[in-house]
């Protein structure tokens, strides 16, 4: 049976969509690609017929990944740009912590990234270009454009790194893995000159046996 171009886009969604959603929650070396095409409801054979190697799956669930994260995060309220302060609360929270595969897709795989090809890096590249620029933007009152570019790079590698610790040590350490999104959010909010006061993870989400907010 001959199938719709309708239908061979919907095929190639749903790849992408599952590539990208187990790619952040185990990892690129971790999901194979008989687990994503089984997740997308498809057979392995069909999954080639979309793309060439898993490689170039991972380029464009990365892409998809990262703009589905950018989305979540940067969605404008009441019409305006939010601060820098608002970003960090979403960015650095628990919620984002706990929930990898609908996270940001640089923070669940940086590490792994640099071991990619250039197609993938390249990808992240513009990801995190993007995420530097939204930063810049809520910098933009500091005094010198050169200024605030490099403070939205500084931010943003610690937002990343922040999140990939906090949930390294989460397991081990819950208590330790709430200090790391409190201080990261506090002192990124003193970069950009503003007051930032966190509030503490929700007892659910990282289990018992934290330190109290200092």
Do not use: W
Request: some cysteine; aromatic content about 4%.
């Amino acid at each position: 049976m001959r199938i719709t171009k309708e239908k061979t886009a919907e095929n190639r969604a749903a790849l992408v969509q599952a590539a990208a959603r187990l790619f952040r929650k185990h990892g690129i070396d971790g999901v194979g690609v008989a687990e994503i095409s089984k997740a997308a409801g498809l057979t392995h054979g069909a999954l080639y017929a979309h793309f060439p190697s898993k490689e170039a799956l991972a380029a464009e669930a990365l892409s998809h990944g990262m703009a589905h994260g950018y989305k979540a995060m940067a969605s404008s309220k009441a019409g305006r740009e939010l601060t820098l302060a608002e970003y960090l609360e979403f960015y650095l929270s628990a919620a984002h912590r706990d929930n990898p595969a609908v996270g940001c897709a640089i923070a669940a795989s940086a590490s792994e990234l640099g071991r990619q090809d250039a197609a993938i890096s390249a990808r992240l590249t513009e990801g995190f270009e993007r995420l530097v620029g939204t930063i810049e933007r809520a910098l933009q009152d500091l005094p010198s454009r050169g200024q605030a570019r490099q403070r939205a790079v500084t931010a943003v590698a610690a937002m990343v790194g922040g999140i990939a610790m906090a949930r390294a040590t989460q397991k081990a350490n819950p208590a330790l893995s709430d200090e790391i999104l409190v201080a990261v959010r506090r002192v990124l909010g003193e970069l950009g000159g503003e007051s930032v006061e966190p509030k503490p993870a929700p007892a659910a989400a990282s289990g018992a046996g934290r330190r109290k907010k200092p």
